[in-house]
C-alpha cells in the first residue's frame, strides 16, 4: 500500500453537517485539504453567508446548503440536490449538534426530545439518506461526532449524553449492518474543544477570575489544555480515507487523555 495515497481523498464528495464553524468547519477544512469535494449544510442564511466567506478566505470551493437535519424531507433533498451537483456523497460527518445544560429534575420533555432529535435522530435520518448512494458505489465512510458524553455522565446534560451514548451504539449498529456493503462506520470523541458551543464553559469571571469548569478542565486533561477544532483535522481525514479500511465500529476519542486520566490531584 501506498502509504500517502491512502490518506488522498482524490475524487470523493464530502458532505459534513453543521460544518458554518466549529469543529464542523475545521474537519471540513481538512478534507478539503486532502482532497475531497465539500459539502455542508446549515440552518440559516444568515450562518452559511457567513461561512461562505470564512471557506472562500480560505481559498475553498464548497458547497452550501440551508437544511434542517431533523427534518427528513429537507434531508432527502438536499442529498439529491448534492449528488446532482457533486455526485454521490462518499464521506458522511455527522457532525451537527447541540447541547442544553439543565438539571434533568428542570428539563421540559421537548427540551429533551429537541437535543435527542437534533444529536442522535439527525445521525439516523442523515446516514439513511447516503447509504443507498455508498451501496450502489460499492464504499462508503459515515463519521458520528460523538462525545465525552458518549462515555460519561455529568450535571446538567442529561439529554447531551443520553444522545451521544446512542449515538456510539448507531455508530457500532451501522458498523456491523453495512460493513458487508464496504461502508465503514466510526466516531470519533472529541474531548472538551475551545468552540461557540462550549464558550459558556471558559467565560472569564465578573471578577476576572478564571472559570470554574475551565480550571476544572485543566485538571481533568493531561495535555493540561482545552483541544482546539484543528486537534480534529488529522483523526477526521484518517477516518475518512483509505487507511482506515478495516477500521470499523471504533470510537476514536481525541480529548488529550481525559479519559484515561483520573485528574490532577488538588
Ligand atoms: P457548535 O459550535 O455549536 O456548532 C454546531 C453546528 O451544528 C453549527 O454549525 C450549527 O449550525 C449546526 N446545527 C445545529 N443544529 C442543527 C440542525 N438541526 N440542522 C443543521 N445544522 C445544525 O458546536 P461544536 O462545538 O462545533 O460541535 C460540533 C459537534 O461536535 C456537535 O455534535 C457536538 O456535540 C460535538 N462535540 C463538541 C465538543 C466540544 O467540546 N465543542 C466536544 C465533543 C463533541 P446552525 O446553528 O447555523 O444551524
Ligand atoms: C459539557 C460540554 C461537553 C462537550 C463535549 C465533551 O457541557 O460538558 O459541552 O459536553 O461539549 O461533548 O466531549
Redesign the pocket.
Known amino acids: 500500500m501506498n502509504i500517502q495515497k491512502s490518506f488522498s481523498l482524490e475524487g470523493k464528495v464530502a458532505l459534513v453537517?453543521?460544518?458554518?464553524?466549529?469543529?464542523?468547519f475545521a474537519m471540513a477544512e481538512a478534507l478539503a485539504q486532502a482532497g475531497a469535494q465539500i459539502a455542508f449544510?446549515?440552518?440559516?442564511q444568515e450562518?452559511m453567508d457567513k461561512a461562505l466567506a470564512a471557506y472562500a478566505e480560505k481559498g475553498m470551493d464548497v458547497k452550501g446548503y440551508i437544511?434542517?437535519?431533523?427534518d427528513e424531507a429537507q434531508v432527502t433533498q438536499m442529498v439529491a440536490e448534492i449528488e446532482k451537483e457533486l455526485g454521490v456523497i462518499d464521506i458522511l460527518v455527522n457532525?451537527?449538534?447541540?447541547?442544553k445544560r439543565i438539571p434533568m429534575h428542570e428539563m421540559s420533555a421537548a427540551e429533551f426530545r429537541q437535543v435527542v432529535d437534533?444529536?442522535l435522530n439527525?445521525p439516523f435520518i442523515v446516514s439513511k439518506a447516503v447509504i443507498p448512494g455508498m451501496i450502489k458505489k460499492g464504499h462508503g465512510k459515515i463519521i458520528n461526532?460523538?462525545?465525552?458524553m458518549s462515555e460519561l455522565g455529568r450535571e446538567t446534560v442529561s439529554a447531551?449524553a443520553a444522545a451521544?451514548g446512542g449515538l456510539k451504539m448507531l455508530t457500532r449498529n451501522i458498523a456491523s449492518e453495512y460493513g458487508q456493503y464496504n461502508i465503514q462506520c466510526n466516531g470519533i470523541?472529541?474531548?472538551?474543544?475551545a468552540?461557540?458551543?462550549?464558550a459558556p464553559l471558559r467565560e472569564v469571571q465578573p471578577d476576572g477570575s478564571q472559570h470554574p469548569f475551565d480550571k476544572f478542565i485543566i485538571g481533568k486533561t493531561p495535555a493540561a489544555r482545552w483541544?482546539n477544532?484543528e486537534d480534529l483535522m488529522g483523526p477526521v481525514v484518517f477516518l475518512a480515507s483509505e487507511a482506515s479500511d478495516f477500521v470499523n465500529g471504533h470510537i476514536l476519542y481525541v480529548d488529550g487523555g481525559i479519559l484515561a486520566y483520573i485528574g490532577k490531584q488538588p
Open positions: 453537517t453543521g460544518a458554518a464553524y466549529g469543529i464542523g449544510n446549515c440552518r440559516g450562518h437544511c434542517d437535519v431533523t457532525n451537527a449538534g447541540i447541547i437534533i444529536d439527525a461526532i460523538c462525545s465525552m447531551y451521544k470523541g472529541p474531548g472538551y474543544i468552540t461557540p458551543q462550549t483541544g477544532p
